[in-house]
């Protein structure tokens, strides 16, 4: 699991911004959560399980975990896989990860670090490509 992950910026940016939810995070497999829980001391989502090739997770329960205001932020990407996690490019990883990133609102590193330069060079990939997003009731389509 290499150096990619989630940064201690990020996570206090996360427990800044939580606002009530019972989730702080959600996140593609249960490795990638174990380590957030140990680092946060917060409950974080593993969708997609032990290895990120189970599906856990599903459109509906995501939707209703939204909708109640128990989960805002889901990370997609990085960590062992691409996409949406592994989850081995199943239906329900894929309607997830398009639903999340059509309805919402990906958070940019420049408004949790500190330290992030502003020199556009091509989206920093030291985040292992992985993209933090923000989802609300009112982004339920």
Excluded: F
Aim: negative net charge; aromatic residues 6%; without cysteine.
């Amino acid at each position: 699991m290499g150096g990619g992950g989630t940064s201690t910026e990020l996570l206090s940016y996360l427990k800044k911004n939580q606002d009530g939810a019972k989730w702080l995070l959600a996140v593609s497999s249960s490795q990638s959560a174990a380590q957030l829980i140990l680092s946060s001391g917060e409950p974080v989502i593993s969708m997609w399980g032990w290895s990120g090739s189970d599906n856990a997770m599903t459109l509906a329960r995501l939707k209703e975990l939204v909708k109640n205001g128990e989960l805002h932020y889901i990370q997609l990407g990085g960590g062992m896989g691409g996409g949406g996690g592994m989850g081995g490019g199943s239906t329900a990883t894929s309607e997830v990860t398009e639903w999340v990133q059509k309805n919402g609102t990906a958070v940019k590193e420049s408004d949790y670090s500190t330290s992030s330069s502003t020199t556009s060079d091509s989206t920093s990939t030291s985040t292992s490509e992985s993209t933090v997003y923000r989802l609300d009731a009112s982004d339920m389509t």
